[in-house]
T-cell receptor
Framework: EVQLVESGGGLVQPGGSLRLSCEVS????????MDWVRQAPGKGLEWVGR????????????AASVKGRFIISRDDSRDSLYLQMNSLKIEDTAVYYC???FGAGWGQGTLVTVSS | QSVLTQPPSVSAAPGQKVTISCSGS????????VSWYQQFPGTAPKSLIY???KRTSGIPDRFSASKAGTSATLSIAGLQNGDEADYYC???????????FGGGTKLTVL
């Protein structure tokens, strides 16, 4: 069974940085589109960004709200997807989900809290 | 303000049928596939429908979906108490070059 397990969330001050990881199992990461989606407390889903698969050149796309601050990367040798988050703002506080293949599978999420 | 528009809430009695609408535009629903997700409190969303009308493996055929123009609809027949959850629609937006979601619909089974 394909599993996605996020880690790296926590409390960070405004302006700080954090890197989230998503470890995948039973999946050849190279072959799959991967997204990050977040959900602020009590709010709806917000797409953060996407990395395409190897065939599509690992192209990345970002939501306007995070472009220039967040970077998605992957390390297929470690079966892992990453989200580097810089210049964090209070409004970035959310549960961050790792998502495969256009929503086909979701991780359990990791909570990021940006607060002073 | 979500790009896709869903009703905040819907309700129906057990055994009845309920529909949840998702309204968008030419750049998202009008020209791309729609997905639907179910989310219970405190848990991650789960895929119900992909490619506009296809049920994800393991999803009962009580769940179905359709699209007409720039709107999509999720239908749930034979409502059960266990269907009480939040439902989200999503689609790629060609103009924004990003995935967009509806604001979510809370389904209450009366």
């Amino acid at each position: 069974e394909v599993q996605l397990v996020e880690s790296g969330g926590g409390l960070v001050q405004p302006g700080g940085s954090l890197r989230l990881s998503c470890e995948v199992s039973e999946l050849i990461l190279n072959d799959h589109f991967m997204d990050w989606v977040r959900q602020a407390p009590g709010k709806g889903l917000e797409w953060v960004g996407r990395t395409s698969n190897k065939v599509e050149g690992f192209t990345t796309y970002y939501a306007a709200s995070v472009k220039g601050r967040f970077i998605i990367s992957r390390d297929d040798s470690r079966d892992s997807l990453y989200l580097q988050m810089n210049s964090l703002k209070i409004e970035d506080t959310a549960v961050y989900y790792c998502v495969r293949d256009f929503g086909a599978g979701w991780g359990q999420g990791t909570l990021v809290t940006v607060s002073s | 303000q979500s790009v896709l528009t869903q009703p905040p809430s819907v309700s129906a009695a057990p055994g009845q049928k309920v529909t949840i609408s998702c309204s968008g535009s030419y750049s998202n629903i009008g020209n791309n596939h729609v997905s639907w997700y179910q989310q219970f409190p405190g848990t991650a969303p789960k895929s119900l429908i992909y490619d506009t009308t296809k049920r994800t493996s393991g999803i009962p055929d009580r769940f179905s979906a359709s699209k007409a123009g720039t709107s999509a609809t999720l239908s749930i027949a034979g409502l059960q108490n266990g269907d009480e959850a939040d439902y989200y629609c999503g689609a790629w937006d060609t103009s924004l070059r990003g995935e967009v979601f509806g604001g979510g619909t809370k389904l209450t089974v009366l």
